[in-house]
């Protein structure tokens, strides 16, 4: 075993991280404050090329491994978790799928423009009615001659209401639930396709997040972006291990921020004639944050070197997100404690860690799905 980073993956993880100080670090209470990315702070971050990070070289991309793909989530996490939720979804969730299935036509129009942060994309499943549950999906793909007619309305989308293109999952069959379920890439400018009522937000603000609602919108037969109809949840299988380490590397990017807040606030405040971290009950809790934190980390990068290794973590990853994630909404629990009332205070960092984090609980799975899902697992096989 060797749990070191090799010097390319160092070297590529503390520049991002010099970026994220430089750059995103100035704007994080602007963002969180009007729920909008500054667009020269998006125009200057995507002109350094991050957005192809997994994608291969010849498409603008960094072709890089998965443990330097997490390395890169973790560390624009830390700097503004609104601000890369939409990162990310223009470098994954977004985009995957016009990578994988899309004519060199639609990949020319959409893929490299994402890439190049000059297209938004997203990705959209939620309904009113499904979340966990997509066989309940009630937006419609009808097939007409030379396309597809897509109607229904999405929500909860992120970059939904400024995006440029989204993936959509659509049923092509009611009757086959998951069976009858794809995805279809959906351009702005198709007529029927529009943004609908936009959302506020309790945390991970920033990126626009709300409904795209789809009345009649056509779309030609090479939108439909899979090899085979009626498989879009298998697709969407293969990306889930990847899109759950993501949001472990991001809870561990958050409570690295909210942890080193805590730690500097148990040097400086003082009670009863001495610094808050000379108590035992205060150290106590520094050390259970660090552990869990170190804990949260081996797990994460062990499920990105599977990932890499051309393994299906699939149980292991499921066990990463929730983990770390459980992880990071202790920590920042904690450090609004460490911070006494001021931890209750806008004019402080806890309550905006307190209200971010729990956005980690949604993507990828909520927490009752994924623990239904590795008990399952568990139970059958022994
Ligand atoms: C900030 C944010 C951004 C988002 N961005 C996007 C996006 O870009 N695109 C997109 O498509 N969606 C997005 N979502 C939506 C997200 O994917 C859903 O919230 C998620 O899938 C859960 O669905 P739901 O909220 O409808 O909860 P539901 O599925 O309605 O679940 C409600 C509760 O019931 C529990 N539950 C459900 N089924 C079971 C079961 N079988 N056993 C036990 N408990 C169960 C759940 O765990 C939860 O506690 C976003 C959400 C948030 C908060």
Redesign the pocket.
């Known amino acids: 075993m060797d749990f070191r980073l090799t010097e390319e993956q160092e070297f590529f993880r503390s520049a991002v991280a010099d970026t994220v100080d430089r750059l995103i670090l100035p704007h994080v209470e602007r963002i969180d404050q009007t729920d909008e990315i500054p667009p020269e702070l998006w125009k200057e971050f995507t002109g350094l090329g991050y957005l192809g990070l997994r994608y291969p070289e010849e498409l603008g991309g960094m072709n890089a491994d998965p443990i330097t793909c997490m390395l890169f989530y973790e560390e624009l996490s830390r700097g503004s978790v609104g601000f890369a939720q939409a990162v990310i ?1 223009n470098m994954l969730m977004g985009t995957h799928f016009l990578f994988r299935f899309g004519s060199p036509a639609l990949r020319e129009r959409c893929l490299l423009p994402a890439i190049r942060g000059e297209k938004i994309a ?5 309904e009113d009615q499904s ?3 997509l066989a309940a999906t009630r937006t419609v793909a009808r097939k007409v001659d030379g396309g597809w007619r897509l109607t229904g309305t ?1 929500n ?3 970059n939904g209401p400024s995006c440029d293109f989204a993936t959509v999952l659509a049923t092509t069959d009611a009757s086959k639930g998951m069976k009858g379920l794809n995805f279809f890439l959906v351009e702005k400018g198709t007529s029927g396709f529009q943004p609908g009522q936009q959302l506020h ?1 309790l945390g ?1 603000r920033g990126p626009a ?1 709300g409904e795209l609602v789809l009345d009649d919108a056509f779309v030609p037969e090479e939108n439909l972006l899979g090899a085979e109809e009626g498989k879009g949840v298998a697709y969407l299988g293969e990306i889930l291990n990847e899109v759950r380490c993501m949001t472990g590397a991001m809870a561990l990017g958050m409570a690295r921020t909210a942890f080193a807040d805590g730690l500097e606030y148990t040097r400086k405040r003082q009670a009863f004639g001495k610094a808050i971290g000379e108590y035992q009950l205060i150290r106590a809790k520094i050390a259970d944050m660090a552990t869990d934190m170190e804990a949260a980390r081996l797990m994460v990068y062990w499920v990105a070197w599977m990932i890499g290794e051309g393994l299906n973590p699939r149980r292991e990853a499921a066990m990463a997100k929730m983990y770390a994630t459980e992880m990071c909404l202790k920590v920042v629990d904690e450090v609004t404690r460490i911070y006494g009332a001021n931890g209750f205070a806008s004019e402080y960092g806890p309550q905006r860690y307190f209200r971010d984090a729990r ?1 980690l609980l ?2 990828g799975g ?1 927490h ?2 994924i623990k ?1 899902f590795v008990g399952r697992e568990i139970i059958r096989e022994r």
């Open positions: 979804m997203t990705m959209c499943f939620t979340g966990s549950d999405k909860w989308i992120t937000k991970a997040c956005f949604y993507g909520t009752e799905i239904d």
